[in-house]
């Protein structure tokens, strides 16, 4: 019994130790956002002394760094809330349609929507980019039609997966009481697939948010950046710009990812299962 | 994958009545932006693959010339190779780290939740950040023996393959947290009452039981591997190159998303045929990696 117990606090030990080493990078960023420029390069290791110590200097600079921080942090919030919302609405009615309604449109539509699922990006890009621009949807509030498109298929997938595991008689009930089909809709059937509604709308979240190079080559750059744009144009610039207050920035972009996982961690981590298990 | 199931009873039939008509709402929309996001771009650039074109407005037929030049192209055929080495390795090291990670998970170890907390964290950052972080740190450490992470091919590999364990490591030990937790408890304990040891009953018990989630999470990581973009975009941006006796550049830390980026955007756009092309092969080296899960999933879903 002493020997299983001297295993288990070894196995947390190293657990502790690989754990410091996952926070180690992130740590990083938070003290070279306090430092200054030369320092960041040639001890980057190093807690900020009195000689390399900013203050708040770099988060003031920062913000500034290759355009206004809050302009990209709110166009990338705008496009994630939009296309999130855009994806549970229409994908959930169109997924409870799939299921409910037996028509050979019907299938063929939904294996379209998990043949998507396996297509890479890259394949569409140039194409899509094109189309994204000549019906202007290359704007904060129109580019959540192409999230929709583009990421329909895994939304619909995992919706008819649950839409199927429901009762008919409720929304029978329901029917047969007189109650339309919207109002079904809405009223039945939206409340039983909460669950689900939070799985997918984590992960589209989480895409959306982090999503890189949609935005670049579908947005008008000239005037709308988002914030993995933001970071990726500083990162070009390696070299002449400002490395403090470039981590000042990384800290800020990731500040508020932090927050939203400390926050909703375990709806975060049953929708990536989930998805996972599905896809 | 499984199909939208018939319903044999007429149950079904008062519903279906109901809603039928209502297809352009309940349908429209997603279908509408289906066709813009997805339907068409593909169409269209499978139809691009076999024409000549700088812009989709000039583009001339030319068959399967984009293809040839694709398979031709050294740049190309290096990136496939060095995608497929960087996929196979992180593969093996992400898997077994991560299941290694989730047992000690499952052995009712103090603080379980926290750590659980600490290594999933990742996830939730972006491939660019990730990569502009990393080449903090790895430039840190190299700055010392006066060289860079943009300076060897060893290095891009294997710091990408560093931040890429980091990031997804705690990704797939959560589907393998869920598919140790459905291990059935009186089978471990039926292995322990006739004797078996530790690694005797993680062998012979646990590992065949957790074989579902062990499939899913090879398949993951190894379409991730050879889909990555992002972080390699961020971390190296292909670099070092070398070139070649006949003057064409061959970027030595390029994955294939990458070098059909590039081949797209950058100087030459008489080239984007051929990176259309690239695309879709590249396209189709996927659909098969996912058709094999697929069949991989299925097979075992009837043994069960």
Known sequence: MKRKHLGKTLVTVVLSVISLVYVFPVFMVLINSFKSNTAVKTETFALPTSETFVGFQNFLTGINLGGSFWESALNSLIITVLSTALILLFTSMAAWYISRVDSTLCRVIYYLCVFSMVVPFQMVMFTLAKTANTLNLDTPLTIPVIYLGFGAGLAVFMFTGFVKSIPLNIEEAAVMDGCGPVRTFFNVVVPMLKPTMISVGILEIMWVWNDYLLPYLSLDRTKYITIPIHIQYLKGSYGQVDLGASMALIFLSILPVIVFYLACQKHIIKGVAAGAVKG | ??????????????????????FPLFMGPMVAAFAIGFLWPFIHGIYLSFCQFRTTSDAEWIGFGNYLKALQDESFRYSFGYTALY????????????????????????????????????????????????????????????TSILLETRYGFWGLIILMCWQQIGYMMIIYIAGLQAVPEDMLEAARIDGANRWQTLWRVTIPNVMPSITICAFLTLTNGFKLFDQNLALTGGLPYT?????????????????????????????????????????????????IQLRATRRKEVQQ
Do not use: C
């Open chain 2, 1 to 22: 994958m499984k199909r939208p199931k018939k319903r044999a009873n007429g149950n079904g039939q008062l519903i279906s009545r109901s809603i039928r008509r209502w």
């Open chain 2, 87 to 146: 996929a196979v390795v992180t593969l093996v090291l992400i898997n077994v780290l991560a299941f290694a990670v989730a047992y000690a998970l499952t052995q009712k170890i103090r603080g379980a939740n926290l750590f659980r907390t600490v290594f999933f964290m990742p996830n939730l950052i972006g491939g660019i950040v990730l990569g502009y972080i990393w080449s903090m740190i790895f430039d840190g450490i190299l700055s010392h023996y006066n």
């Open chain 2, 243 to 291: 070139i070649n006796p006949d003057g064409s550049a061959v970027h030595t830390t390029e994955m294939l998303a990458l070098n059909i980026y590039t081949t797209f955007y950058g100087q030459n756009t008489a080239a984007r045929g051929t990176a259309q092309a690239k695309a879709v092969l590249f396209f189709l080296l996927v659909a098969v990696i996912s058709l």
